[in-house]
């Protein structure tokens, strides 16, 4: 199992973190301007970052379900795409970037990893498959310590068409491991569902609780192609953003419309 990205952010009272994925760089109904949404929200405030949760590229091959007929433009041309995202965005302010199913088609087939590949390049948190993340927040002295918060970050499976079996899928997450914070990309229908668990804590010999955060990112598709084909509804294509204090352990999350 990897081990987790420990983040210190000590000159931060508080961060917001929009958690987003399904780029599908080049399939013909990806949305460039979702993606620059995204940079203009991220550089509007110093304290702000991202989670990438996968399927950045449409990968599209004879054998897919994708048409790579209808494919926009080439694999090259998405990899260098996403470089550039990574630019204007800033390395830094990404927590964490990890693959999809799209992504690993090319794995599969030829043995490289375009997703890895540009995080290399670009220096850029990297894992495939799930990540485990753990931000530090505050500079308080001894006496009261940093505030710690932990994410767990996966790219979701399951094709539910209801909206209870993708809730279940979400929150089957929960299986894996305690986190305060769980993120899942995949179904391309942003939701935000709060939870609280009873915890026995080894101080005092006291149940505690637990308040956890599930979130589904949204996705830069516009409704079409297979969408369409399959007679899936209008989804929205915004994205959770998650605020941490720094002064007190605390989320709060909502979906911008």
Known sequence: MDKPFILDFPDLKSI????????????????????????????????RFITIDGDIFNAALKSSISDVYSERETLQESMDKFENFIDLVGADRILV????????????QVGIDPVRFVCNKKKVRYRSGEAYVTIKLGSHGKSRGKIMYTLFVTHGVGGSRSAGGKLNNLMRLAEIVVADVYVQGHQHDPVIKPRVINE????????????????????????????????????????????????????????SI
């Open 16 to 47: 917001e973190v929009m958690c987003v994925g399904d780029f599908h760089l080049g399939d013909a109904y990806h949305s460039a301007e979702i993606m620059q949404d995204i940079v203009n929200w991220v550089k509007a405030k110093k304290n």
């Open 97 to 108: 970037c990890i693959d999809g199913n799209h992504d690993q088609r090319v794995w599969n």
């Open 200 to 255: 026995w804590s080894s101080q005092g010999n006291a149940i505690v609780q637990h308040k956890q955060v599930f979130v589904v990112t949204g996705s830069c598709l516009e409704r079409g192609g297979y969408a369409v084909a399959k007679a899936y509804p209008p989804v929205l294509t915004k994205s959770p953003v998650l605020m941490f204090s720094g002064e007190k352990k605390e989320i709060t999350a909502n979906i």
